[in-house]
């Protein structure tokens, strides 16, 4: 297949009266690292909630993989099963073990037998180096820990892109490496990423694009050396200022 | 606990010098001095409830045990004590009638088993192991067991509901109310919020109007207007329209109760669940119901409880339960009717163990998934 994995054409969303997103386009190939930064309040999350159709836009097109996001409830499931999404808040299921939280999608949703679901799920935690942690419970884990395990969730499902709303966002300060370098190490296995963070280290190591946003709207996207050295737009150079100066 | 920390070092820590090795703990009567007699007020409020206990206990304890009259004696035995010891006596003279109140008397071991069915029933269900799709299977095979074994046929001699009367009927009542009325409530609070405008309507509309009358007034309606909306011929016995009543009103209730702990339910649960692929009905059957019910515990069996207990409240239908039984039991004899009491603090006792065992229940499963948050 050919299509991209991510097409976004005149994107709009409005929150009641508030425009969220205006006229966004972003076409994002398959293996692409893409890391989306600006203000708060600047659109980006609800961008990438809009792929996985967290948020329903009002106007334009998102299709992914070739599939359209309509109000066509199977494409949405076809594609909600393909995009795994971990947020700022890991958002475990706190009921469930850690193994089990990585084990349900799976078995309810791909019907995978327990057995297999089990394995994959095990492998996975011990590629994000938790495996020790499978029983117990999310709220026994520490921040960087839990979200550790809710990219191996996302992960059990096998999905071709991978969206991450401010992973370390929440965590402490010496948590937040772990879970950078386990984003790194997806990276390096060719997964199509967009993360929207603050971590501008990481998008300069790993990004093969920078997506700039600015009230609701992408005011440059480009890649992160010329990005860094050289931004286009002054309200880049802004941004940039006052997020690099400590 | 930092992850990237050996387990050995988390295990093998030695104590620090100095430092012992459990926090110092206040002894014995350190500890009843700080509950009872910490200051002055304290102190004399102590002695006060004391002396009054130690004044009434000993005629308590006589009149309930000591100098009560037990097991099978005649009604003149009870007069020689009167006013000194309860008659127990008249709990074994009109035990049958109090239990099964006018089933009739060659067939009552009928009701007996079903009291046993219908307290193994929820005991079966309330094991967690049972929580699975075979569980509506096992509540079917319950109920038409126990309306065979009340209501006869197939081989048993037909006994109509109109003769049905004591402990079983108010079980029945109960069991099947909250068997009923607990499904029914968790479609009523998921089609409260559901987006569809005309299930969210019918929903607030049912939840609406029935908590917002007397659960005597909806009993008094299914009595009285069942017929009228039933297709000419057909008739519904008057038990099973109780039924129907107490389930349609406690389903209101217990609505309310579980919306309550679906909004405590963190939106990011439904967005992770969404997210990870789960259709509407898993991602509430999975993730946000098993939570939702755990927080709603206390209150979900609080409504249980008031269950058991308002089933008394179809004596107004003319539906012989057990709290009524109990009451006309002693009632219609001259020589027993003196000791009412006695048989009221039977029925009482009766409930208090039905709902005492429904509150530790209760407690067990807070406990239970304790580890889990």
């Known amino acids: 297949m050919d299509a991209p994995a991510v097409l976004i054409q005149g994107l709009e969303k409005w929150f009641g009266d508030f425009q969220a997103l205006r006229s966004v386009d972003l076409e994002v190939a398959r293996g692409e690292r893409i890391v989306v930064c600006g203000p708060s309040g600047s659109g980006k999350s609800t961008l990438i909630r809009c792929i996985n159709r967290l948020e329903v836009h009002e106007r334009g097109r998102i299709v992914v993989e070739g599939v359209e996001l309509d109000d066509d409830l199977r494409n949405i499931d076809t594609i909600r099963a393909r995009v795994g999404m971990v947020f700022q808040q890991f958002n475990l299921f706190p009921h469930l073990t850690v193994l089990e939280n990585c084990t349900l999608a799976p078995t309810w949703v791909r019907r995978l037998p327990r057995r297999e679901a089990d394995a994959r799920a095990l492998a996975l935690l011990e590629r994000v180096r938790i495996v020790d942690q499978a029983g117990k419970y999310p709220g026994q884990l520490s921040g960087g820990q839990q979200q550790r395990a809710a990219i191996a969730r996302a992960l059990c499902m096998e999905p071709s892109i991978m969206l991450f709303d401010e992973p370390t966002s929440a965590l402490d300060p010496e948590m937040v490496k772990e879970v950078l370098d386990t984003m790194m190490a997806l990276a390096g296995d060719g997964m199509t990423m967009i993360v929207v963070t603050h971590e501008m280290g990481f998008a300069r190591a790993v990004a093969d694009r920078v997506v700039f946003m600015d009230e609701g709207e992408i005011v440059e996207i480009a890649p992160p050396a010329q990005f860094f050295a050289a931004p286009a737009h002054e309200r880049t150079r802004r941004f940039l200022g006052q997020i690099l100066a400590h | ?373």
């Open chain 2, 1 to 373: 606990m930092k992850p990237s920390s050996p387990p050995a070092a988390r295990s093998g820590q030695a104590p620090r010098p100095g430092s012992s090795a459990r926090p110092p703990h206040a002894g014995v009567p350190a500890r009843i001095r700080a509950a009872f007699f910490a200051s002055p007020r304290d102190t004399v409020l102590t002695l006060a409830l004391v002396a009054a206990i130690a004044a009434m206990l000993p005629g308590l304890l006589d009149w309930l045990v000591f100098d009560a009259v037990w097991g099978a004696q005649p009604a003149s035995a009870c007069e020689a004590v009167r006013g000194e010891g309860a008659c127990w006596a008249v709990v074994r003279e009109k035990f049958r009638v109090m239990m099964f109140a006018t089933y009739p008397f060659d067939e009552q071991w009928r009701p007996g088993l079903v009291i046993l069915l219908l307290v193994a029933l929820p005991v079966l269900s309330a094991w967690p192991r049972m929580w699975n799709a075979a569980l509506p299977a096992v509540w079917v095979v319950g109920i038409l067991l126990a309306y065979w074994l009340m209501g006869g046929g197939l081989g048993l001699v037909p006994v109509p509901a109109s003769q049905w009367g004591g402990l079983p009927v108010t079980l029945i009542l109960t069991i099947f109310g909250i068997g009923f009325a607990f499904p029914l409530a968790l479609l009523l609070a998921l089609g409260r919020r559901s987006g569809l405008p005309v299930v969210r309507a019918l929903s607030i509309t049912w939840i609406e109007v029935l908590r917002g009358v007397p659960l005597i007034t909806v009993l008094f309606m299914a009595s009285v207007m069942f017929a009228l909306f039933m297709p000419a011929g057909l008739s519904v016995d008057q038990l099973l329209r109780a039924q129907v009543a107490i389930i349609v009103f406690v389903a209101a209730y217990l609505a309310e109760v579980i919306r309550g702990g679906l909004q405590a339910v963190p939106r990011g649960q439904y967005e992770a669940a969404k997210a990870l692929g789960l259709p509407y009905w898993r991602m509430m059957g999975l993730v946000v119901l098993p939570q939702a019910l755990r927080i709603a515990i206390p209150p979900i069996v609080n409504s249980f409880i008031a269950l058991f207990k308002d089933t008394s409240l179809v004596v107004v239908i003319a539906i012989f339960d057990f709290a009524y039984a109990v009451k006309k039991s002693v009632e219609t004899d001259v020589e027993w009717k003196k000791y009412f009491v006695e048989a009221l603090l039977f029925s009482m006792l009766v409930y208090w163990i039905g709902c005492y065992a429904m509150s530790r229940y209760s407690r067990w499963l807070e406990q239970r998934s304790a580890g889990a948050r």
